[in-house]
């Protein structure tokens, strides 16, 4: 994104500059909301398409201006509320399942064709167990931890909410997934207790796979060992296995003391982010790029970047294997309660059943507050 804003910056074609700022990620919504409510909002903003439905009502609506057309239809959706354009997407980044090519071939696999069935990742994990000293697996604790549970939960029909934000895991499909997590970690012991000491030991070398994000290659990159990267398909019993990726979305918060010209080159400046520089936001910053120029482009096509993550995450969304976070009010509240219960599970202190009792009965107190 630097690189990008100085592009912009220096070139003498734009009579305008930015000034970018950034903040700490788990402060940002913080600042942002501040910043809205105290009528000095900034100019432009990154927002998760998921938070959409919190904030829909102070945004400058941009169906005329960019309209969806220029992007991936699926991943340009997640910017539209009620009709209106509110956000325009830079990318999508769904979950993958990486994986270190030194321990596949120590425990006798083959790195260059890695599980992407259920089956096929359970038979890994077992043979990383079984044939090395390593863990077989690490996965997210926290807010991803949630994700993880409904990418799961999708694959075999179900939801975490209903449309009318009512918990909907309360099921034998939603008591099997969060068993499975369950086993990962204190059955089948693929997985440390402790998701510090997984972070640490994948950091390592030591842990054959891990879900993350389209972010993580350039975690990988500088670890240093040979990477792959699959389809995060790990759910057994699961019909139509799904990745989940949210999308960061560029809007423009309402402001009373905004002149025109400065409303024209914010949108002018979202045009360019999203649209002329965005090969390079998938290339270099390894995210699939929102644009349908982007996707189609010989830099991004002929970039290591494709070939290592990015192919394979296009194919899973083109292929319909892929699925957004809703827009729901209350998002981060909503999440808090079922990924806490998950946390504490992995640590050891609940069982699958209690999770989903403790969930189901947070979810609801936190929409009937709402």
Known sequence: METMVNEINENDEYEYSINRQRAPWDEHYTRLYTAMVGGNPPDIAVMHSRMMRDYQDNLVTLTDEIGTDPYLDEVAQGGVVDGEQLAVPLDSHPFGLYYN????????????????????????????VENTDHYAFDYFDGEFHA?????????????LLTEDYEPAFDTDDGLAVVQEMHD??????????????????????????KIEGTWHITVVREIGFDFGMTKPFVMPDADDPVTLGDSHMLIIPESEQREQS??????????????????RWGSDAGHLPASDTAIESDELRESDTWDQTLETFYEMVDEDQFIRPPATPNVQGYMEEIYQPLDDMRAGNMTPEEVIETATEG????????
């Open 101 to 128: 090519k030194d321990i596949f071939e120590e425990a006798g696999l083959d790195p260059e064709d890695p599980p992407n069935t259920a089956e096929r990742f359970r038979e890994a994990a077992n043979a990383i």
């Open 147 to 159: 994700e993880i549970m409904r990418m799961l939960l999708h694959g075999r029909g179900g939801q």
């Open 363 to 370: 979810v609801k107190q936190v929409f009937e507050r709402e």
């Open 184 to 209: 990962w970690v204190h059955e089948r012991e693929w997985a440390p207790v402790d998701p510090n000491a997984g972070w640490d030991a994948w950091n390592r070398g030591e842990v054959g796979m």
């Open 262 to 279: 400065r409303l024209e080159n914010a949108i002018e400046t979202i045009r360019l982010l999203t649209q002329d520089f965005n090969n």
